[in-house]
């Protein structure tokens, strides 16, 4: 009986089926109907509006007063993470791109550089150093400008190293540049193949930020 009063037959769907954001799949509606676009965690749905399944995502109504306001959400109540558009489950381990790894722990998500942000200073072997992006590589790396580019080659074959023993010293990392969301945090270290004090930086998240209502389409 309920099925009947809130699915209408025959059904009529749109000519041209919805424009989905990214991470929301096309889905039947509750009805069994028209193609929809899924909702995802911690959108409003109901039993027309159904939630992305292939996420472990169901309509929870437990917080929801006289059945009205429910949202998506996992079908055990454990805890996930959404980047871009995506659901990873607690304690998953991803890289949303070649330069970073996260951890989705506890609705939020943690995450380290792959590539080493450091710092490098104008030395005699090499003057002019500058930050390149190398084609096939994900990480840029410095390369030294330099007018004699065979003199660079030479000082380099000499001491590729640090000629003497190198006691390592790091400060602590800092505070977390956001309150919440994705920030950095600091330290300066030498603890580097060439003994050199640099600035390194590393993602950070306190808690993530609160996600913005959702708008309802009629």
Known sequence: QVCAQLCRRPCYCPWVPPRCPRGSPLVLDGCG??????????????????????????CDYSAAPAGRGATCNFEDDEEGCEVNGR??????????SCKIQCQCL????????????????????????????????????????AQDQHLLRDARAVSPLVPYPCQEWGTEWSACSATCGVGFA?????????????????????????????????
């Open 87 to 96: 659901v990873y489950r607690d304690g998953e381990v991803f890289q949303p």
């Open 106 to 145: 506890d609705g939020g998500f943690n995450c380290i550089p792959l590539c080493q942000e450091d710092v490098r200073l104008p030395t005699p072997d090499c003057p002019y150093p500058r930050r390149v992006e190398i084609p096939g590589k994900c990480c840029p790396e410095w390369i030294c400008e």
């Open 33 to 58: 109907c028209c193609k929809i676009c899924a909702r995802r965690l911690g959108e409003p749905c109901d039993f027309l509006h159904v939630c992305d399944q292939s996420q472990g995502l169901v």
């Open 186 to 218: 600091t330290r300066v270290s030498n603890q580097n193949r060439y003994c050199r004090l640099e600035t390194q930086r590393r993602l950070c998240m306190v808690r993530p930020c609160p996600a913005l209502p959702a708008a309802f389409p009629a």
